[in-house]
């Protein structure tokens, strides 16, 4: 099957960023909110990345309009979907909410279109029974588009094998690279490793063994890397971070949760707060 | 006290580059070893290295030279630490073999040199009684001196408060950034991190989440790094990772340890066998 027309559920944040890289790549793309504020915004943000896109000679301006041209807004579902190859939901991280927009999806969507979640901490398998195709529906996870170009591609046990090859070519022409989660995992591949490598320098933090700025440097000049991991945590946001770690159950976990929550509690969010562990 | 005079115990890889590096400096290094045929070892690899420099224009050939005359070899104690002000040693990492090593230098020394040790995997309490001078001990952990440019200030209990300043800026002076362990850590502050972060790009592996080049991909193109987890263990060599993995208690790092073993047993030691988990 050829993919041309994408519907994208959620006009947040990524699923801006993902809906304006569909039409970057060609593809007649609609992005569906319950609120006319949210396009707004979104246009507002893709208007930013588009400025970026340009200038980093990226995409041309006539490229820049003609994939504007391509992309629209409704409030309207049916006609969201009415033409879809694909669906990639972004709508907020609510298992109840994701379950009811599958429901609903299955009973206007055409028989053709793919279903996909780019939810970031659910399983497919949650949503799975409630899309009425279960065997045309995966997680296809994005991380932000445009500068971590990651796709994560997880199936559930239920997942038709042919999806994949498909996903996988989609991903690429939205010039991603897509990995494969061969069975669910929460958190996709690079979470767990970034929430492992996190918690430990937590936990060189709250033991006290050394300070933010040495742990910090000690990854950075030993990696050649841009931040550390506590610049990463003010990147993420404490908030999220806190939401995460205090979840965990092992002591260490525990004790950086606490930490954290000292942060959220004055205000110190991270870069969108203007300060957490560093100030920006 | 102004140091002047370096002494390095082991002709080694480490060794020799910390002591390159001091003469490179401007100090005045003595490298001492039991054996002769590790000079010429230490020889090889520094004019290696003095090669990439050059080549880097990072020193010219006159400032190579005269780091090259500051900077000799013997197989004699007493005369290797004669004049030192501070001994960095980086004798194989055996505890009684160390242990034997400082109670040596504790008897041959003089009072004024400042002990270290380049440990990667001791504590230094575990050294300090047989130094004879427990106050004027610390490790002072170097990662590769010329690419990874951390040196770990790392005291144990009993080191003096005043040494921390002066290591700090003797890390310095070798172009290294100092970080300071407040209390004993092993691995220090990186290989906690490190170690956290290659364990989980392990469990993922054993688990059977994703290949071994996607799990990579995930890590590399999200914090666009040069290498991901397996790529990295290659470089640290699979007999070593292999070393560290198979001590550790739970049942994610046995199965780990247990596929390094695999790859062991068949030679592929990673980089410098020509294979391990990719091919050289």
Known sequence: MEIKHVCILGAGTLGSRIGFQAALSGFWVKIYDIKEESFILSQKMISKIAKGLFAAETYSKDEIAAALNRLSYTLNDEEAVAEADIISESVTEDLALKQQVWARMAQIAPEKTIFTTNTSYLLPSSLAAFTGRPTRF????????????????????????????????????????????????HGYLFNAMLLSFLGAAGKLLVNEVATIEDIDKSWM???????????????????????VTHQLPDANSKAFAALLKTYVDAGKLGEKSGEGFYRY
Chains 1, 2 share one sequence.
């Open 138 to 185: 995966c997680a296809f996870h994005f991380h932000d588009v445009f500068y971590s170009k990651i796709v994560d591609i997880m199936p559930h046990p239920e997942t038709d094998a042919e999806l994949i090859p498909i996903l996988d070519d989609f991903g690429k022409r939205l010039k991603q690279v897509p990995v494969l989660v061969k069975k669910e995992n």
């Open 221 to 243: 000049v030993n990696f050649h890397a841009p931040m550390g991991p506590f610049a990463i945590l003010d990147s993420i946001g404490l908030d999220t971070a806190w939401h």
